[in-house]
């Protein structure tokens, strides 16, 4: 069976760093894709960032580029955030996803195959 496991969200202030991470377990995939996405109260689902499990690759929404930075440790079936310079508007639930089979680095969230169940960012102003 399949798990995705965030940690590392929490309480930070406007301008501070956190970094959240994501353990898969179970069967991995080397051709698969790993995303963060994030959903605000009342908002829909929305893209973060994207890597591909084997090259590296990345994507960024531009909302964070130049923010964030996500990343991968193969050896550890794990996948970072590295969220720096935050916002308010980055207050959300976090969640981890991952496409088994994939072929770029981001998909919609209706095409990853396994969430996690997320970790709450809060950024106060």
């Known amino acids: 069976q399949v798990q995705l496991v965030e940690s590392g969200g929490g309480l930070v202030q406007a301008g501070g760093s956190l970094r959240l991470s994501c353990v898969a377990s179970?069967?991995?995939?080397?051709?698969?894709?790993m995303g963060w996405f994030r959903q605000a109260p009342g908002k829909e689902r929305e893209f973060v960032a994207g890597?591909?499990?084997?090259?590296?690759?990345?994507y960024y929404a531009d909302s964070v580029k130049g923010r964030f930075t996500i990343s991968g440790d193969n050896a550890k079936n794990t996948i970072y955030l590295q969220m720096n310079s935050l916002k308010p508007e980055d207050t959300a639930i976090y969640y981890c996803?991952?496409?088994?089979?994939?072929?770029?680095?981001?998909?919609?969230?209706?095409?990853?195959?396994?969430w996690g169940q997320g970790t709450q960012v809060t950024v106060s102003s």
């Open positions: 179970g069967r991995t995939f080397s051709s698969s894709a």
């Open positions: 996803a991952r496409r088994r089979f994939a072929y770029r680095t981001h998909y919609g969230p209706s095409d990853y195959d396994d």
């Open positions: 890597i591909s499990w084997s090259g590296g690759s990345t």
